[in-house]
């Protein structure tokens, strides 16, 4: 029996980006809805009525709603391929706390960079840098995040690897300056095929991020 | 090899209870180190060794390896030690558990506080957040006893908000978050949830509770 597996998706979104990662790892078939968010379906309404927000996984006409909470859905569901939190439970509960950081963090400080100018912007950049290099520590010398393979944190952190772009350019400065081990960790994660055909091409990102700026006004 | 399981908490604080509650659920014994949160100078440097990126409680150390971010020690706990089971089995009702969970802490605990700070139409506002999200979590309990079915879970324990600070807020406030008309499961499952045996001891005690919180409102900081 062919399992019925739905994603409700943007395709800029770097939750989104997660699910599609995730779902490729365990070498998962599944749907992908692209969602037009001016005007989202009745299925992402009826399936996200709390939040209303992409991305929804459908499982058997069942949703799961929040990223972190879809992936570890993902890889408890599909335990036996390709796991992505570790076994131990010390080592599960560090996992869970760096992608808490990460959703902390990442998202709203590099919003921050994208949608502000002068001092606002400088602080956010200051702190999103540092936020990055307390991350390049949890790294340290591994492969991945994960160890050998990739895990939790990487799935959850190198969405935001092609939105770097984004940051750069409205920004005015370099993260591979600053977090070198960082960026050769995201150029690692890109080898891989899940994570390859998962993140769209950053020059596309950066050509819709220009377009909202537009928009909306934002110089 | 003894087990060596330590909380640093504070009494006041609804995240640093739910982990006093889940450890007793699981009769596990703590040491429990009470920590000033009031003043970044007089935090303990045990927990800013073991917290120096939020430097927050609660933190559980097991065996001298810290563990942080009450909703993340909860399944640390679940998984560590397997009686009195607090997350279902069944992957879907997990994934429920979890957004339900993260529903309280993003949209209700915060407007409760907003309420109570502000005033005119930003309290207007932050009241019908409150009580929104109190409607939603009414019929996520869906007539039950508590979140978890016939005992705990972990559902329970996250929203071991609702059922103490919320209502302590409630009375000396005057502002009507929870009432039984609109909320009758819910407001049922708050008499419930306070009276459980594990739940009673880890509680802070009202009076204090209702003195901290004013003394705070009144632009006093969180001080003891």
Same mark, same amino acid.
């Given at each position: ?6 994603? !409700?998706?943007?395709?800029?979104? &770097? ?70 939190? &570790?076994?131990? &439970? ?91 081990? !960082? ?26 991020? !220009?377009? !909202? ?7 | ?5 330590? /909380? ?78 607090? /997350? ?137």
């Amino acid at each position: 029996m062919a399992e019925e597996v739905v994603l !409700l998706d943007f395709w800029p979104s &770097p939750f989104g980006m997660r699910v599609r990662i995730a779902l490729a790892e365990k070498g998962i078939q599944y749907e992908y809805k692209e969602e037009d968010l001016r005007n989202k379906s009745d299925l992402l309404l009826k399936m996200n009525p709390i939040h209303k927000k992409i991305p929804v996984l459908i499982h058997k006409g069942k949703p799961v709603c929040e990223s972190l909470i879809q992936v570890q859905y993902i890889d408890e569901v599909w335990h036996g391929k390709s796991p992505l939190l &570790p076994s131990d &439970p010390y080592q599960r509960a560090n996992a869970r706390f760096w992608a808490d950081f990460v959703d902390k963090k990442i998202y709203d400080l590099g919003r921050k960079i994208w949608t502000t100018k002068g001092e606002e912007q400088a602080a956010a950049k200051k702190e999103f840098i540092e936020s990055l290099k307390l991350l390049e520590g949890e790294l340290g010398d591994k492969t991945y995040f994960g160890g050998d393979n990739l895990g939790y944190v990487d799935v959850v952190l190198v969405p935001f690897y092609n939105w770097f772009y984004v940051y750069e350019k409205c920004g005015n400065f370099t993260i591979e300056e600053e977090c070198p081990k !960082l960026i050769a960790w995201a150029k690692r994660c890109l080898q891989k095929e899940s994570v390859a055909k998962s993140l769209p091409d950053e020059e596309k990102v950066y050509g819709f991020v !220009l377009q !909202l700026k537009k928009a909306f006004g934002i110089e | 090899m003894a087990e060596e399981v330590k /909380l640093f908490g504070t009494w006041g604080s609804p995240f640093s209870r739910r982990v006093e509650i889940a450890l007793e659920l699981k009769g596990v014994p703590f040491e429990y180190i009470e920590e000033n949160v009031s003043d970044h100078k007089l935090k303990s440097p045990l927990l800013l060794k073991y917290n120096p990126i939020h430097k927050k409680v609660p933190v559980l150390l097991h065996n001298g390896k810290p563990i942080l971010e009450s909703l993340i020690i909860l399944e640390y706990i679940d998984e560590t030690w397997k009686q009195n089971p607090i /997350l279902p089995q069944d992957p879907h009702e997990r994934a429920l558990a979890r957004f339900w969970a993260k529903f309280i802490d993003d949209k209700v605990n915060p407007p409760v506080w907003r309420a109570l700070l502000g005033s005119g139409d930003e309290r207007e506002k932050a009241m019908e957040e409150v009580k929104e999200g109190l409607e939603t979590l009414e019929r996520v309990l869906n007539g039950k006893k508590f979140f978890g079915g016939e005992t705990i879970g972990m559902l329970d324990i996250a929203a071991n908000f609702i059922a103490f600070w919320l209502r302590v807020v409630q009375e000396f406030s005057g502002l009507e978050f929870l009432t039984p008309d609109k909320c009758p499961a819910l407001t049922k499952w708050c008499d419930e949830f306070v009276s459980c045996d594990v739940v009673k001891e880890h509680l802070p005690p009202r009076e204090k509770l209702i003195a901290f919180t004013k003394n705070w409102l009144s632009g006093n900081g969180w001080t003891d």
